[in-house]
C-alpha cells in the first residue's frame, strides 16, 4: 500500500520536475532569495535559508530520482528479456544476466570481446575473398571478350 502510493508519488515529482515549469519556479526562488540579500544585509541567517532548502530538496528528490531509475532499468530488462526469449538463435542465459556476480559478467563481456574481434578478422578475410573474386570474375569476362587487361603490362 504504501509502497505503491510512493510510486504513484514519485512518477508524479518525476513528470513534475521535469518540466520547463518546474526549472522557471526554481530559478525565481534563487532570483528572490539574491534579490532580498541586501535587505537582509547578507546575513548568515539570510544564507541560510537558501542553503537549507536547496539541501533539503536535493535529498528528497535523491529518491525520487532513484526510483524513476530503477523502474527505467527494470522496464529495460524486461523488454530486452522478452527479445531474447523471442529470438531463436539467442542464448537464453541472457536474461538472467543482471542477477550475476561482476566475475562473472566480465568473463561475458570478455567473451564478447572476443568475438568482436574475431567477427573483426573474419570481416578483413571475407572482403579479401570477395575482392579476389571479382577480380577473377572481370579478368574471365574480360578474357571472353576479348578485351586486353589493362592492368596486364606484359
Known sequence: MLSDAFSRFARWMERQSGRPGAFVTAFAVVLVWGLTGPLFHFSDTWQLVINTGTTI????????????????????????????????????????????????????KRSFEHLAKTAECLDHRIDEKVERAVEREVDEELDERGVPDPTDRR
Open 57 to 108: 530538496v536535493t535529498f528528497l528528490m535523491v529518491f525520487i530520482i532513484q526510483n524513476a531509475q530503477n523502474r527505467d532499468t527494470q522496464a529495460i530488462h524486461l523488454k530486452l528479456d522478452e527479445l531474447i526469449r523471442v529470438t531463436h538463435s539467442a542464448r537464453n542465459g541472457m536474461i538472467e544476466l543482471e542477477e550475476m556476480p561482476d566475475t562473472e559478467l566480465a568473463k561475458v
